[in-house]
């Protein structure tokens, strides 16, 4: 049996490096695929808030944005999933708008 994972992990590493190597060389690719990762987990992250709203609203004061948060989130997720070339652009321009709010605000401080 251990023979068997040492050789699942090998074989594991040796087809996390084409992966990379692969990726490297397709930048496009990867950034889509990180897209519709990106959107996967919104969708999971916000199923989880408003399922955690609903059934924990009886025992705790739980705002009533951790479910508008949570639909959000499944709207931006599902947006990015489907719509992923333009959720791609989008995402792009939101980062480079948190990196420069990031250095005016290290300025600043």
Known sequence: MRKIYLYFV????????????????????????LTIFIGIILILNGIN??????????????????????????????????QSNIAERLFIIIFAIWILASAVLRILT
């Open 10 to 33: 090998l074989l594991l590493g040796i087809v996390m490096i084409g992966l990379g190597v692969y990726l490297m060389f397709n930048p496009s690719t990867s950034l889509k695929a």
């Open 49 to 82: 808030e408003v399922v955690s709203y609903f059934g924990e609203r009886k025992y705790w004061s739980i705002s009533k944005w951790i479910m508008l948060d949570g639909v959000l989130s499944i709207a931006v997720g599902a947006f990015a999933v489907f």
